[in-house]
């Protein structure tokens, strides 16, 4: 099985530490998309490029988010995606210049995200953002109370 991104690994430029450390903080180390926070998983986040390197995006701050890891492989290359209730092509969620709040919310168990936006439902669906194993275990946080963020 291939990756979705267009471009290969040793081709993809390197993010310095201290612009990852920067980026991961800003982020609060959590993923932009599903808000799957890393001390709960224990793994740490990748650094994204929002517009992707294979379209042009650039390895500088303003162009850089972390996302979870299977998150970030489903986004892949990708800057839109269909909106499944207007049937439109719309851009994904930006995590670095959109609030999360604004385009999804949570279901009222908090383990699945809903889409508020055409921007929002596209990201939902394009990043597979209620996959099972995913739903199953923010049930399991909520349950500790890991789940959802506060803030």
Known sequence: MTSPR???AHERTVCPQRLRERVA???QR???YCLTQEAVVGTPMEIEHIIPESLG??????NLWVACPLCNQHKGNRIAALDPVTGE???LFDPRRQGWKDHFAWSPGAERVIG???SGRA???ALNLNRPSLVS????WAAVGWHPPHD
């Not at 995006?57 to 303003?62: A, M, P, R, W, Y």
């Not at 275990?137 to 399991?140: G, H, K, L, N």
């Open 89 to 91: 092509v719309v851009r």
């Open 116 to 118: 508020l936006t055409p």
């Open 123 to 125: 990201t939902v669906l």
């Open 137 to 140: 275990a923010r049930s399991a």
């Open 25 to 27: 903080a800003r982020a």
């Open 57 to 62: 995006g650039l390895t500088e701050e303003e």
């Open 30 to 32: 959590r993923c932009g």
């Open 6 to 8: 267009s471009e290969p």
